[in-house]
């Protein structure tokens, strides 16, 4: 196995609304040994355990945006890697995250835990844990927001369109075996298609609004799902930008059967798509090539 093998695994394609199987929003880019996680939703370290990463392994964690489905097992990713400090001597955990709320949330999460940390320090940590908020301005253009030591590995951010929720962006990974780009939460919209332009594998959440529209007439659920990609607009969109291989996540409504399963690539198709289209679950592992 080349040392540059990259790998694509879905840490949770769930949203804040339970559901059997399916933990919180998260994405896991594989690297060489660069780890990145993409989101901390609902059960993020569990999903990485499963796939065989615990957060002393991880390189950075990359925030898309503050909704709780998003952030949820953001202060768990910290203190797991602080307790497990000791014994690995990793560094200090890395968050990159757009200015503003995002940051705002980075920086203050560990504050309710304060008390523990105090207990912890008088018996086995030495120190407090420590996390590197690395902010940066969401802009319309993509603009590069980290990259790893060798250079190998190079992360960029464009701002997407989840308003009323502020401060949103997309991610694209690049790496020696091709890129991949994670959504967040977003309409659908120009800024990810140009995003994934040349890249190998788009992961996308997936709402299918305009099957649901009668349903969610006059409900809240016809605003939420104003801010979130519609399946058939996302085909369109997949299809111009030329991405071989679209990923669906953060699925509602989440699917419960084949039948459910196939619904979603249906709307992607007849939106024009006629790449791959995986409707992912957790733990689905794709490679980058
Ligand atoms: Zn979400
Ligand atoms: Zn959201």
């Known amino acids: 196995m080349s040392t540059s093998r990259t790998t694509v695994t879905l840490t949770g394609t769930g949203v804040p609304h339970p559901e059997v ?9 594989r690297s060489g040994d660069t ?13 990485l355990k499963e796939m065989g990463v615990t957060p002393h392994q991880l390189s950075a964690v990359f925030v898309t945006h503050v909704h ?13 890697r602080w307790i497990q400090q000791e014994m690995y001597r990793c560094g200090p955990l890395t968050v ?42 969401p802009s319309p253009t993509p603009r590069e927001v980290w ?55 788009l992961v996308h959440e997936a709402c299918r609004s305009r099957a649901m529209a009668e349903a969610t007439k006059g409900t809240p659920f016809e605003a939420i799902f104003e801010y979130h990609a519609d399946t058939v607009a996302l085909g369109e969109m997949a299809a111009q930008s030329g991405v071989p291989h679209l990923v669906l996540t953060h699925l509602i409504p989440a699917p419960r059967n084949d039948k459910d399963v196939a619904s979603f690539a249906d709307d992607v198709r007849s939106g024009g798509y006629q790449g791959t289209i995986s409707v992912g679950r957790d733990l689905d592992e794709f490679v980058v090539s």
Not at 68 to 80: E, F, G, I, K, P
Request: charged share 25%.
């Open 21 to 29: 199987g399916r933990a919180g929003a998260g994405v896991c880019v």
């Open 35 to 47: 780890i990145l996680q993409f989101d901390a939703g609902r059960a993020t370290v569990m999903r």
């Open 68 to 80: 709780s489905d998003h952030v949820v097992d953001l202060a768990d990713v910290a203190l797991t």
């Open 96 to 137: 990159v995250c757009p200015s503003g709320k995002p940051e705002r949330f980075a920086r203050r999460m560990l504050e309710p835990f304060d008390d523990d940390i105090a207990l912890r320090m008088e018996h086995v940590q030495p120190a407090p844990p420590r996390v590197d908020v690395v902010a940066f301005d």
């Open 147 to 201: 990259r790893s030591e060798d250079s190998s590995v190079v992360v960029t951010a464009v701002a997407v369109h989840h308003e009323p929720v502020p401060d949103a962006v997309a991610y694209r990974v690049d790496t020696p075996s091709g890129a991949v780009v994670i959504s967040g939460d977003t309409r659908v919209c120009a800024e990810v298609g140009s995003l994934a332009r040349g890249a190998a594998i």
